[in-house]
């Protein structure tokens, strides 16, 4: 069974400039969850993807944006990078039954993409 | 609205002695609470969920936690410390949408 996947796993980027980050969820799930985490905190939710469509949305700008594909994989977009946007990007995957505004469903995360904006 | 509060940034046990990690946690239905761990450079590995089957929850390596409800807590204990569990602790609690919450993390260092 293949775990989650994300590439690349370190990316520097400067300010102003545009990412993609991708992710490949776990062999049977259909649920991806993004997560930032900044130095010395806990992730934050920046939003869900079930079944191809948004779950659920953190208190995030709309230039993070995401898309999910068939196959479940996923990619989280940054437009116009500030230089707090520096930080680890979690990916997690879950199956769910529905999308349910409340799960339980545990979530597998990957290794992360380290980004720096300078 | 959901939160989770770990009151300890920084545990230093000595190898062989008992671990405790404190949690608290507020939510406005039942939670599920998870604790996951991570080493230095990597990703979060689950630990143990909680989800209302039973109060006292055996994860792997040795952790367990115990849901108390009346006490809004969920603690993570080990009763005896290893090196390689030196890494941050997570506290988790499920909310709306999908979301985890994390709380803020407790580092664990063991010494020899």
């Known amino acids: 069974e293949t775990g989650v996947?994300?590439?690349?796993?370190h990316l520097i980027k400067t300010r102003g400039?545009?990412?993609?980050?991708?992710?490949?969820?776990?062999?049977?799930?259909?649920t991806v969850s993004w997560y930032q985490?900044?130095?010395?905190?806990?992730?934050?939710?920046?939003?869900?993807?079930?079944?191809?469509?948004?779950?659920?949305?953190?208190?995030?700008p709309p230039r993070f944006s995401g898309l999910q594909f068939p196959n479940y994989s996923s990619e989280l977009n940054v437009n116009a990078l500030e230089l707090d946007d520096s930080a680890l990007y979690l990916c997690a995957s879950s199956f769910s039954l529905?999308?349910?505004r409340w799960s339980t469903d545990t979530q597998y995360f990957g290794p992360g993409t380290r980004l720096t904006v300078l | 609205a959901q939160s989770v509060t770990q009151l300890d940034s920084h545990v230093s046990v000595s190898e062989g002695t008992p671990v405790l990690l404190r949690c608290n946690y507020s939510s406005s239905y039942s939670p599920s609470l998870f604790?996951?761990?991570?080493?230095?450079?990597?990703?979060?590995?689950?630990l143990l969920k909680y989800t209302s089957a039973a109060t006292l929850v055996k994860g792997i390596n040795g952790f367990e936690a115990e849901f108390k409800k009346s006490?809004?807590?969920?603690?993570l204990t080990k009763p005896s410390a290893h090196m390689s569990d030196a890494a941050e602790y997570f506290c988790v609690v499920s909310g709306w949408g999908g979301k985890l919450?994390?709380?803020?993390?407790t580092e664990l260092s063991v010494k020899p």
């Open chain 1, 5 to 9: 996947t994300q590439s690349p796993t």
């Open chain 1, 17 to 30: 400039q545009q990412v993609t980050l991708r992710c490949s969820s776990q062999s049977g799930h259909n």
């Open chain 1, 37 to 60: 985490q900044a130095l010395g905190q806990g992730p934050q939710f920046i939003f869900q993807y079930y079944r191809e469509e948004e779950n659920g949305r953190g208190n995030f």
């Open chain 1, 98 to 100: 529905s999308n349910l």
């Open chain 2, 35 to 46: 604790w996951y761990v991570q080493h230095p450079n990597k990703g979060l590995q689950l």
């Open chain 2, 71 to 75: 006490e809004t807590s969920f603690h």
């Open chain 2, 101 to 105: 919450i994390f709380g803020q993390g």
